[in-house]
Structure formats: C-alpha cells, structure tokens
C-alpha cells in the first residue's frame, strides 16, 4: 500500500508565506519600530497616567486607590491649582497673538526680495533650535535687575529699567518676552504658507486698485489663514506646557506671579511625590487643550478659507 507524503499546510499559514513572499509585509516592518514607540512611549504612559490618576500613587510607598478624591480635592480644596491655571490662562492670552503676530510677521518680511535674505532667515530660526536651559540663562542675564543688558541700554536712553525677575508686574512680562524668542519653526511655516499664494492674485488685487493693506486683508490672510489654524493650535498648546523658562528664571515667584499649571503639575510629582494627583492635573490640562482646540475648529468654518472647498461650492 503506497503512503503519500502530501503534507497538509494550515490556511493560515499559507497566506503568511503569501504576504512575505510578494513583499507585502516590507513596508509594514519599515513602520514597526514606530509602532513599538507608539505603544511604549506614548499610549502606553498616556494609559497608565488615566490609570494612576485614580490612586494615591507615592513615588516610594503604599499605593491606594482613591477613586474620584483626586479630582475632588484638585476642584475643591487645592488653591494652587485655581491660582496656577489663572497664571497660565493670563500668559496665554499674551503670547498667543503675540507669537502669531511677530512670526507672521518676519516671515513677510523674508517674503521679499532681498540680498541676505537666507542669512536672515538663518538668524531667525537659530534660537529656536537653543536648548530650553540655555535660552532661560541667557535671559536670566539680560534681564537681571543689577547688571542686566535690557536695563543697559534702557539707562543709555536715559529710562531706568525694572528689576524685572523680581517683580510681581514685571516678571510675567520678562517670561513672556523670553518666550516669544524662538519662534522660527513658526516663522518658516508662515513663510511656506505664503510662498504658497499664487502672485496671480495680488497682481489682479492691484488691477483692481487695491494697495497693500488690501492686499494683505483680502488676499494674504484668507490664503493663508490654514496655515494660521494650524500654528494657532500648536501655540496654544504651547503656552498651556510653558515650564522651563519660569522654572530656570523665577522658579516660579515673585510671590507665585509666575507659577504655572505646568510648574504645579511638576511639583506635585516630583517634589511632593504624589504621582496620582499630578497624573489627575495633567488630564485635567488636557481636557482644557482638547476644549479649547476645538473651540477653535468650530470657529474655523467662519474664518478659514480653503480653496478646493468653494471651487466644490461652484460645481
């Protein structure tokens, strides 16, 4: 009697050996290291702080779940918290439309022809690729009550200068002047943005007879005003993470005027070692990015204008 040796390969396998065989499976190895530091980096800690927001978490200790008390005493009986998010939320307010206005507006300026122009633009950028620390000393020099450089040249014209750091008034200022120094990724994508805009369009703009100022209202802004979304979003997540410049600068003071959510959150991790609750603040921060980002997207449909959505509106 004959015996087959006809071997019985499972479904399963037989597409596996399929999918390696006509190179399918490739591009999808080429994205697992990404894959992997998706789930272990971001997702993974993301999940785990969800978790741990629920517990009495000590850094060395017992650890003990608490349910909502977290949350509760965070609204309820933690005056920091409510003081540090009014810090934050009047920073914000400040550097927000700054840091939009002064980026659009460097890169109109390296919009032009000019002679140095990538030099310029070199410039520009360096001090956003500047170490967080590095920046907050240098600034800590220049606005140093004693021997600061600001105060230097204010004196030579003849104004004398606040104790900047120092002062309740002036040191959320200084924070938000030191913050607004490296803004040239911004700056580049504005300048992306307007190298975008077809010169058609102001070149029929001033057919019509408008001069620059309408040009720049009806023309540069609604063509740009995507890009305008965009970097509205990422500068008010920004400003809600501020950290470093206050941390290295004030530390927080004079008398709390600098003490941001950010700063709170750090402290309560890793200076009172309670992981839990700062695992609660920092959800909470992230409620209020995610509310006030789509705040804005629903506010975008009035003033943000993309060009293939009205040529679909016409057909």
Sequence with gaps: MATSDTTIV??????????????????YLFILPWIIGLFAFTLGPLIFSLIISFFDWPIVGEVTFVGFRNYIE?????????????VTVKFAALFVPLNIIIALALAMM???????????????????????????????????????????????LGMEGPDWLNSTT?????IVIASLWGQGTMMLIFLAGLKNIPKEL????????ADKLKQ???????????TILFNLITTIIVAFQQLTLALVLTGGGPMRSTYFYAMYMYENA????????????AWFMFLIVLTLT???FKSSSMWVYYEGEMKAKRK
């Design 110 to 156: 390296l919009n032009v022809n000019m002679r140095g122009k990538a030099i310029f633009r070199t410039i520009f950028y360096m001090p956003s690729v500047i170490s967080g620390v590095a920046l907050a000393m240098i600034w800590a020099w220049v606005f140093s009550g004693e021997y600061g450089i600001l105060n230097y040249f204010l004196s030579l």
């Design 270 to 281: 890793f200076k009172f070692s309670k992981m839990g609750y700062a695992s609660a603040n």
């Design 202 to 209: 102001y070149e029929a703009a001033s057919i019509d007879g």
């Design 10 to 27: 499972p479904p399963s396998a037989g597409k596996r050996n399929r999918l390696f065989r006509r190179g399918r499976a490739i591009p």
């Design 294 to 296: 789509m705040l804005v």
């Design 170 to 174: 002036w040191a959320p200022v200084a």
């Design 216 to 226: 720049f209202l009806k023309v540069t802004l609604p063509m740009l005003s995507p």
């Design 74 to 86: 965070m609204f309820t009986q933690d005056s920091m918290f409510w003081s540090s998010l009014w």
